[in-house]
């Protein structure tokens, strides 16, 4: 095939699949802990790191994920506080992120608006070997944390309370998923954008949703859907000359909203069933009630003619 002919797109496709595993699998537990959004928050952190990287002629890759795993910390410490003014410290780290990275990217000596917007939205030519070995790294242990202890992330997901009776680290497994959310960004940013990388991270989690209920199901048709787009996109992007990270996110949301609307007689049988099933118990259970009448007017007419007679 013409497209694997080319090295750039050998090491585009390469990295393409990385993200499309990588992404879905931390969004799961990011969707279950109801921070769909931290993907997002991260990539406005992640800019610092590539500012840096330009500005000190280091690789921004490495510099965005010491960076975003900073920010992630900070961010995962705010809200375990609880603080009433968190949510004004957490758009100040944000929106300070992104500023710091385009101001750096500017004063860097090799820094241009053509390097932002790759970093922003992705882009395929400039994913270089150095980039695949640092994404093929980040990679492993992205997948190496979701995958190896899936049974403990998705308790401290669902109930950090009972988690912690349960003896659980929910303190170091909480900071776990942050680190682990920050590397994901890094190491989709150079084909899906760190704008963009949040909607990988979510929107395959939610299409896998709409038809499993399973979490371990979810966990791997998300991984699937990811996969897929992302080949997808970097092919489309390969031969329409369109932003590879755009094309990715639209495409997973096709396949959301065609699940979506293939689950909807799925999710109508099952919400008839759980009627009938409910109607059936309550049935049961006012039988006996029904019964107990019965049997205390007969027992009292007896009890009636026995004295009468």
């Not at 009433?84 to 957490?90: E, K």
Request: avoid cysteine; aromatic fraction near 6%.
């Amino acid at each position: 095939m013409e497209i694997l002919q080319t090295a750039f797109m050998q090491r585009a496709l390469l990295a393409a699949v990385l993200v499309g595993i990588t992404a879905p699998a931390v969004g799961i537990y990011l969707v279950q802990r109801r921070q769909a959004l931290m993907g997002d928050g991260i990539g406005h952190v992640a800019m610092t790191g590539v500012g840096l990287g330009f500005l000190l002629s280091a690789s921004p890759v490495w510099m965005a994920t010491l960076v975003s795993v900073a920010g992630a910390i900070t961010m995962e410490l705010i809200r375990a506080h609880g603080r009433t003014r968190g949510d004004i410290a957490l758009a100040m780290l944000f929106y300070g992120g992104m500023a710091g990275g385009v101001l750096l990217i500017n004063l860097a000596p090799n820094g241009s608006n053509a390097n932002l917007s790759s970093y922003l939205f992705g882009s395929l030519s400039t994913v270089s070997p150095a980039d695949v070995t640092a994404i093929s790294l980040l990679a492993a242990f992205v997948v190496l944390v979701t995958v190896g202890l899936r049974r403990q992330l998705f308790a401290v997901s669902q109930d950090e309370e009972f988690a912690r009776v349960t003896g659980l680290p929910v303190r170091a497994l909480n900071l776990l998923i942050a680190v682990t959310a920050a590397v994901t960004v890094t190491v989709a940013m150079r084909v899906v954008g760190l704008l963009l990388v949040s909607a990988l991270m979510v929107v395959p989690v939610a299409a896998a949703q709409q038809v499993s209920r399973s979490f371990v199901v979810t966990f791997v048709l998300a991984v699937v859907i990811g996969t897929a787009v992302t080949l997808a996109g970097t092919v489309t992007s390969y031969y329409q000359d369109v932003p590879p990270g755009a094309t990715i996110v639209l495409l997973a949301i096709a396949v959301f909203v065609v699940l979506t609307v293939l689950a909807a007689p799925l999710a109508r049988r099952r919400a008839r069933t759980a009627r009938d099933t409910e109607a059936e118990l309550d049935t049961e259970a006012e039988l006996p009630g029904e019964r107990e009448p019965a049997t205390t007017t007969a027992t009292t007419a007896t009890t009636g003619t026995g004295a009468t007679t």
